[in-house]
């Protein structure tokens, strides 16, 4: 048995939602499918056009809404599996957005806003289908997005979490070093971004999301698509790669450079020192990570080494993104977010320099910010892969 969440762990996480809600003044939370559903109930379940929901009043009982045909799945969830909730099925023809109203008529929603009105908040990622469902279904609330709240509880790992993403990670580590062991010259990107996610699943994934294989000048984009584009030696590659094991995301770049097995063909001095002025602030922001500083604070410190060395404006975005259950969540690591890191934020650190039409390098590494400073979960070496390909 690998790591994993206790079923018990989603009633408490139930209860602490609806303790904010009472807190906050919020009659209801409306959990359709996605990470803040997982994140609360343990249940997987498929994006459909119909509705699946939690709903979460502040004071009662839980209850997942699901088509008929899904209501086997949602009582196998780990919620209702502990207790917690009870399974309300629709029939085909019902309205679901009505059924869920119902589910909410009585005292809970009362009104608490200041206009008067009842609000409830529903989850950031809902179908906008649903949402204007909802709001038909009951008018008189007030709709915000559940993250006001739910970033509280999900932006802070435990200690199971941080397992899980860990798992992730040095997953993600061993196929970087499987990929660097080549062959890579005279291959597409698009075939090495293919074996990269066979890669990924085969460590264990269940998900591979993304394998962005940038070689020679496409290096210098961050977000570049894999193409046709035949890998050459004497260039380097931008690798940057992830899923989710678990449903936990992995989220690692790393830097090659391709000799080809010709030391001729070794790194050119201009990209040296790029290089190593990224590694530089790369672990200046890693190591600058403790409960207190401001998350802005941590991309200040890889800019301002990369504006130093003279590559500012070639360091054009944020220096890191929250992750979780989601790939890009709370906290952002970026310019104006004054937010103080606490224990179990989980992140990026992933500066990069990208000059256009030439190359770009960028190193990432996931960082739990610790009691007392950064715990590092990617184990891969940070410094330029020098290999043959
Ligand atoms: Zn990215
Ligand atoms: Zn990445
Ligand atoms: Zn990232």
Redesign the pocket.
């Known amino acids: 048995m690998g790591p994993g969440i206790p079923d018990a762990r989603y009633g408490d996480r139930t209860a602490r939602a609806q303790a904010l809600l009472t807190e906050h003044g919020v009659a209801a939370l409306l959990v359709g499918v996605g990470a803040d559903l997982r994140y609360l109930t343990g249940y997987v379940a498929m994006p459909l056009e119909r509705l699946t929901m939690l709903v979460l009043p502040a004071g009662g009982r839980p209850s997942l809404v699901v088509p008929r045909l899904e209501a086997m799945a949602a009582a196998a969830s780990p919620l209702v599996r502990a207790g917690r909730a009870d399974v309300t099925p629709w029939d085909e023809t019902d309205d679901a957005h009505a059924l869920v109203a119902t589910q909410l008529a009585g005292t809970q929603l009362a009104p608490v806003a200041d206009d008067g009105r009842a609000r409830v908040l529903v989850s950031d990622r809902l179908w906008a289908m649903h949402v204007l469902g909802l709001q038909r279904a009951l008018p008189q609330a007030e709709v915000g997005l559940a993250s006001e709240l739910l970033r509280e509880l999900r932006m802070i790992k435990d200690a199971d979490e941080v397992s899980l993403l860990r798992r992730a990670a040095h997953a993600a580590d061993r196929v970087v070093a499987q990929i660097a062991a080549g062959p890579l010259v005279g291959r597409t990107e698009m075939d090495v971004s293919r074996e990269v996610r066979e890669r990924l699943l085969a460590e264990g994934h269940e998900l591979a999301e993304f394998a962005i294989v940038a070689s020679g000048p496409n290096s210098a984009s961050p977000h570049h698509d894999a193409t046709d584009r035949v890998i050459r030696a004497g260039e380097p590659i931008v690798l940057?790669i992830?899923g989710s094991m678990d449903g936990y995301c992995s989220?690692?770049?790393r830097t090659l450079w391709l000799t080809g097995g010709n030391p001729a063909n070794g790194p050119t001095p201009e990209f040296r020192r790029v290089f190593d002025l990224l590694r530089d602030a790369q672990a200046e922001a890693a190591s600058a990570v403790r409960p207190g500083v401001a998350c802005e604070r941590i991309d200040a410190v890889a800019r301002d080494i990369i504006a130093t060395g003279g590559h500012g404006p070639d360091f054009f975005h944020r220096v890191?993104?929250g992750?979780g259950l989601e790939?890009?969540e709370d906290p952002y690591l970026v310019a104006g977010n004054g937010e103080a890191l606490r224990p179990g934020m989980a992140f990026?650190v992933?500066p990069g320099i990208y000059l256009e039409g030439r190359f770009g390098a960028r190193i990432?590494d996931?960082v739990i910010c610790g009691p007392d400073g950064p715990d590092v979960l990617n184990e891969s070496s940070r410094d330029l892969w020098v290999v043959s390909g």
Do not use: F, L, V, Y
């Open positions: 940057d992830g989220d690692t770049t890191g993104h992750i790939t890009h990026s992933e990432e996931i």
